[in-house]
């Protein structure tokens, strides 16, 4: 079954750390691009990170320098994580994993379920 399951999200003080991680399970998504969204109360989702099949990472310029990606493949389950520092009240968001396929397949994404992120003292 393909799926994308999320955990690691919570309750983490200004200027803390936190770790996201994602298990994609089926061995389709060792094409496809994985990364993470967020979207906070009455806004957009908005794109966090990404990481394609060849390691190759891209960050929003608001978590450039504070958060890292990384990917990871065992067997057909390919897992992606968000280390997430110096975190700020502004971060605080629901955030989504995401499996994006390459745009020659003519398939669509997947989306998590998400998990909630609140900075907070």
């Known amino acids: 079954q393909v799926q994308l399951e999320e955990s690691g999200g919570g309750l983490v003080q200004p200027g803390g750390s936190l770790k996201l991680s994602c298990l994609a399970s089926g061995s389709v998504f060792m094409v496809y691009t994985l990364g993470w969204y967020r979207q906070a109360p009455g806004q957009q989702r908005e794109l966090v990170a990404t990481?394609?099949?060849?390691?190759?990472?891209?960050?929003a310029d608001s978590v450039k320098d504070r958060f890292n990606i990384s990917r990871d493949r065992n067997d057909a389950k390919t897992t992606v994580d968000l280390q997430m520092s110096s975190l700020k009240p502004e971060d605080t968001a629901v955030y989504y994993c995401?499996?994006?396929?390459?745009?020659?397949?003519?398939?669509?994404?997947?989306w998590g379920q998400g998990t909630q992120v609140t900075v907070s003292s």
């Open positions: 995401n499996a994006n396929p390459p745009t020659n397949l003519g398939l669509l994404p997947y």
């Open positions: 990481v394609d099949p060849g390691g190759r990472a891209t960050f």
